[in-house]
C-alpha cells in the first residue's frame, strides 16, 4: 500500500463523507434506499418537508440521535485525530456528516459542512437566537419551540435545496491559500466520499488547481475518482491507520 508522507512541511486537509461514519454503523441514506417510512428521504431533510410535516420531521431526526448515540467513533476516525496532534494548525478537517464521530473521537479542528445532529436552531430567520447543543430524543408527536421567540426549532442541518455556510467555505479555502503562500506541501485526502455532492466534490479540483497533491481512500471508486492522483481502494477504518507516515 502506498504511504502518504507527513512532515513538517505539509499542510493537510482532509474531506470524509458517509462511508466513514457507516464503518461505526451510522445509517446512510443510499443504505436506506433513499426512503423512510416509505417517503422520499427529502421528505424529512428539505425546508419543504419540514414545513409540510414538522412531527414527521423531528421523529426522524430524534431516531438519528439516538442511533448516533450508541455507535462509536472507528480507527479512522482515531488516525485522523492522531494527524491532527501531529500537524497541528497545518490540519483541518472537513465533513459531510452530521453525527459528530469526529469530535467525539478528538478532533477539534473540524468543519461540519451539513451541520450537526446534535444542535437545533429557531426556523424563524429573524431570530436573534444562535443554533445550540441539543441532544434531546424528542418523544414522537413533539414538536420543540424556540424560548426566545415560539417559533419551531428545527435541526442544525443543511436540508437539501439548501445552501452551505459561507464561512464553513471560506475556512477551508482560506487554509488551502495559506498553505500555498507558505511555500509548504498542500495534501488533500478524501476519504468515505461518493464524490457526487458539490460543492464538496469539487475540493479535489481547486487543490489540483493550486498544485497541491490529491488521495482518494474509498471502498469503491468515488463519481470524481478519476481526479485524484492517488487512490488506495478499501475501508477508510482499515486503510487510514497504515496510510499516514509521520515524521
Not at 445509517?27 to 425546508?47: H, I, K, Y
Not at 409540510?52 to 442511533?67: E, I, T
Not at 492517488?230 to 482499515?238: A, D, L, M, P
Amino acid at each position: 500500500m502506498e504511504t502518504l508522507l507527513l512532515d513538517s512541511n505539509t499542510w493537510l486537509l482532509v474531506l470524509t463523507g458517509a462511508g466513514v461514519s457507516a464503518e461505526s454503523g451510522v445509517p446512510t441514506f443510499r443504505g436506506m434506499n433513499g426512503l423512510w417510512e416509505d417517503q422520499p428521504v427529502t421528505e424529512v431533510a428539505s425546508p419543504q418537508g419540514f414545513a409540510k410535516d414538522p412531527l414527521r420531521v423531528w421523529r426522524f431526526y430524534s431516531q438519528r440521535r439516538a442511533g448516533a448515540a450508541d455507535v462509536s467513533p472507528n480507527p479512522g476516525h482515531d488516525a485522523l485525530v492522531a494527524w491532527e496532534r501531529h500537524l497541528g494548525d497545518r490540519f483541518l478537517l472537513a465533513t459531510q456528516n452530521v453525527d459528530g464521530l469526529h469530535r467525539r473521537a478528538g478532533s477539534q479542528r473540524v468543519v461540519e459542512m451539513h451541520g450537526n445532529l446534535f444542535t437545533s436552531r429557531c426556523s424563524n430567520p429573524d431570530c436573534t437566537r444562535a443554533p445550540f447543543p441539543d441532544t434531546t430524543v424528542y418523544a414522537s408527536g413533539t414538536v420543540p419551540g424556540c424560548k426566545e421567540c415560539g417559533a419551531l426549532l428545527r435541526p442544525h442541518i443543511v436540508w437539501f435545496g439548501e445552501h452551505l455556510d459561507p464561512d464553513d467555505l471560506t475556512r477551508i479555502e482560506s487554509f488551502a491559500v495559506k498553505a500555498v503562500r507558505s511555500g509548504g506541501r498542500l495534501v488533500f485526502l478524501a476519504a468515505g466520499t461518493s464524490g457526487a455532492v458539490y460543492p464538496a466534490a469539487g475540493m479535489v479540483d481547486n487543490v489540483r488547481a493550486a498544485g497541491g497533491e490529491t488521495w482518494l481512500v474509498n471502498l469503491d471508486a468515488s463519481e470524481n475518482a478519476s481526479s485524484f492522483e492517488h487512490f488506495v481502494q478499501g475501508k477508510s477504518g482499515e486503510v487510514l491507520p497504515k496510510l499516514g507516515r509521520l515524521v
